[in-house]
């Protein structure tokens, strides 16, 4: 194996940029070949040079949206996207990978590392990147996606609410405080110069209509399963819901503030059978403990899968409403992955865990969710007329 780099390899996918200048701000960026071949077991397991791995990041591993854990140097980033890489297909997918990396591994509070970033974001805008905003329960990463098209690439920036609840958004004593977490955000991303041209796509209720309406009937020991009751029950956190973001966005501001409907449940019967329950919601929703909640749901009558996507369904329809009539657009991200029964489409959930995960499976998600973020993002272009996805 050669351990040392034939760096002028490289010198068609890069020009007219001289390829040791390409490979200079590629290795500045904080890019690594040693740690990228390490990171994936197959190209681990390979007898490869660093020439050969470069070339399979390059030739597939883009395309296979593979990108080592890596620190960004963002003062490398945007020198790199300013380089005239003729093929600019090439070019976009090397930096949407690389840019998926800028807001990584950020918590609450998030407006003072945006607004540290956000000169780095105006700068890749006139660089092909197409950045939106998305914040919502853990849900909402079947949204943070890279991706590209033709010259374009996607930036996403993500404020990640794991757990939360639709209708805690407005309470402020509520234990996680994202309501609060996500005005403080929201007024710091408003004051950026440029920011309100930028799609917000908010994605909460999944995690009360799955989780805390069953919380709720077992404090309350319900344990006949009352669907009228279960609707009144999205009513009400759904009514909460829109309070709060209508409180937070002004008219001028809701045409590209975009929410987004829950997915259809993937949790099968037996597992709700079994007492599943998720352990981050319940620290945030329930003051009792996981496994006192797990006994208590075991007692439950629960609504079946077919009742619990009606209720889904039924959440996302008043959702719609709500937006039509307060001036938010609206994102159907439920329809495109239900079968012709009208239930979840089994290929959008991983065979391996056996309807005992509630989120759907990204890697077969992908292709209609990156689809759906394209058309948001040229639905909300300013100059655009319509937002419903």
Request: hydrophobic residues 40%.
């Amino acid at each position: 194996m050669n351990d040392s780099l034939d760096t002028p390899a490289f010198a068609r996918i890069c020009a007219p940029v001289p390829p040791h200048d390409f490979i200079d701000l590629l290795y500045w960026t904080g890019f690594s070949i040693h740690a990228y071949r390490n990171h994936y077991a197959d190209l681990a397991a390979l007898d490869q040079g660093p020439t050969s791995i470069l070339g399979h990041f390059f030739n597939y591993g883009l395309d296979e949206r593979r990108c080592p854990l890596m620190t960004l140097h963002r003062d490398a980033l945007v020198p790199l996207a300013r380089l005239p890489i003729a093929d600019t297909r090439f070019r976009a997918k090397l930096l949407t990978v690389l840019g998926g990396r800028l807001f990584a591994d950020l918590a609450h509070p998030y407006g003072p590392a945006i607004t540290e970033r956000w000169p780095a974001v105006r700068d890749l805008r006139g660089q092909g990147a197409r950045p939106y905003f998305i914040a919502g329960d853990s849900h909402s990463h079947q949204f943070n996606l890279t991706g590209s098209r033709a010259d374009e690439w996607l930036l996403p920036i993500h404020l990640l609410c794991t757990g939360g609840s639709a209708a805690g958004l407005g309470n402020p004593t509520s234990r996680s405080g994202y309501g609060t977490h996500l005005r403080e955000a929201i007024r710091a991303i408003d004051a950026l110069p440029g920011a309100d041209e930028l799609p917000l796509i908010l994605q909460f209720g999944q995690v009360d209509i799955e989780f805390v309406h069953h919380f709720r009937r077992v404090r309350d020991n319900k344990r006949a399963l009352d669907l009228h009751d279960y609707r009144a029950f999205c009513d009400d956190r759904l009514e909460r819901y829109i309070r709060f973001v209508a409180d937070v966005f002004d008219l001028s501001r809701r045409p590209r503030v975009l929410l987004a409907s829950v997915f259809p449940p993937a949790l099968s019967d037996a597992a709700w059978q079994q007492g599943y329950v998720n352990e981050d919601i319940s620290r945030r929703e329930s003051d009792e403990s996981v496994q006192a909640l797990s006994a208590g749901i075991r007692l439950l009558e629960i609504a079946n899968f077919r009742q619990r996507t009606e209720i889904h369904l039924y959440f996302n329809a008043e959702l719609k409403a709500a937006c039509a009539r307060n001036g938010f657009g609206f994102i159907d991200a439920a329809t495109p992955f239900l079968g012709a029964d009208g239930l979840l489409n089994p290929a959008y959930s991983a065979s391996e865990v056996h309807g005992f995960e509630h989120h759907l499976d990204g890697r077969f998600t992908y292709p209609g969710m990156v689809d759906l973020i394209w058309r948001c993002l040229d639905a909300t272009r300013p100059a655009s007329g319509s937002r419903r996805i």
